[in-house]
């Protein structure tokens, strides 16, 4: 039961962390060390264009 809380906690602070900015996750860097290597790691995550894709331009 102890575990529980003690993770619980975790995930709360480390929630509050990313709300208040005391922690900042370089999404873009994150994924392309990860191996998405169409993501460019220098530039901020444009989070729709990864998730729908870029458009077709004709």
């Known amino acids: ?3 529980w809380l003690f993770i619980g906690l975790l995930l709360f ?3 509050r962390g990313l709300q208040n900015g005391w922690i900042v996750v370089k999404w873009s860097q994150f994924f392309h ?3 998405f290597t169409d993501v460019d790691p220098n530039k901020p995550m444009n989070w729709s264009e990864f ?3 870029e458009p ?3």
């Open 51 to 53: 998730i729908l894709g």
């Open 13 to 15: 602070g480390f929630g």
């Open 33 to 35: 060390e990860v191996g």
């Open 1 to 3: 039961m102890l575990r």
């Open 56 to 58: 077709n331009q004709e």
